[in-house]
């Protein structure tokens, strides 16, 4: 069974609007940490933001939101007022327990489109 | 403080040829760990070091995949022999060695293998 379900192939936004990358996730560990990455067409992979299961909020760094529904086993990334630049393959990923190894479970990645 | 530094960015090989990829981590961190992304993929989870240890190679290809993290230098991903399948991107990764929750996994650049 997939870990992690990235059910959007591909998506067309148009500038300046909010878009949701849709993520869920399959795990029975009550601990585990929720990932966001950018892989623009250049490689590197640059992290977003991260959401424990035990995190009370959900996560916010700038444009980006994560909208954790812990029953229902989703974690989608929210981009407000999207740019350009927003351009890029988006992966989410989990990690299974607390602490140590960071040994991580990746979906298959959304490529985003920002249209001007 | 650097990051996580991989070399060769990008590297090129005949069929039957061994590749090494190497990986400095952060200063402090002595977890390190390879992922692989083949093309239009998410990363895969390769394996796990520490210092002159093995700790989690779940993810390894079973023949001509290599990995060592000695007491000093860089991490070494080695594969010998190549084929055409191994083309594909080779993330390096690190983390501290506390336990905690949180974000406290680094990725580097990637490095680009392409076996002609």
């Known amino acids: 069974a997939q870990k992690i379900t990235q059910t959007q192939p591909g998506m067309f936004v148009q500038e300046k609007e909010a878009v949701t990358l849709d993520c869920t996730y399959d795990?029975?560990?009550?601990?585990?940490?929720l990932f966001w990455y950018k892989q623009p067409s250049s490689g590197e992979m640059i992290f977003l933001i991260y959401?424990?299961?035990?995190?009370?909020q959900n996560a916010t760094e700038g444009r980006y939101s994560l909208n954790f529904q812990k029953a229902r086993k989703s974690a989608n990334l929210v981009i407000s007022a999207s740019q350009l630049g927003d351009s890029a393959m988006y992966f989410c990923?989990?990690?299974?327990?607390?602490?140590?190894?960071?040994?991580?479970?990746f979906g298959q990645g959304t490529r985003l489109t920002i249209n001007p | 403080n650097a990051g996580v530094m991989q070399n060769p960015r990008h590297l090129v090989r005949r069929r039957g040829q061994e590749a090494r990829l190497r990986c400095s981590p952060m200063?402090?961190?002595?977890?390190v760990y390879w992922y692989r992304q083949l093309p239009e993929e998410g990363l895969k989870f390769m394996v796990y070091?520490?210092?002159?240890?093995?700790?989690?190679e779940s993810g390894m290809p079973k023949e001509r995949f290599s990995a060592e993290f000695p007491k000093e230098g860089p991490s070494i991903l080695r594969i010998q022999q190549v084929v055409r399948g191994d083309s594909a991107a080779y993330f390096c990764?690190?983390?501290?060695?506390?336990?905690?929750?949180?974000?406290?996994?680094?990725f580097g650049e990637g490095s680009w293998l392409t076996v002609v």
């Open positions: 959401q424990g299961s035990y995190d009370q």
């Open positions: 070091l520490q210092k002159e240890n093995i700790i989690d």
């Open positions: 795990t029975s560990d009550p601990s585990y940490g």
């Open positions: 990764a690190s983390s501290p060695d506390v336990m905690s929750s949180g974000n406290t996994i680094y």
């Open positions: 200063k402090g961190h002595s977890h």
């Open positions: 990923a989990m990690r299974e327990g607390y602490g140590g190894a960071q040994k991580l479970v």
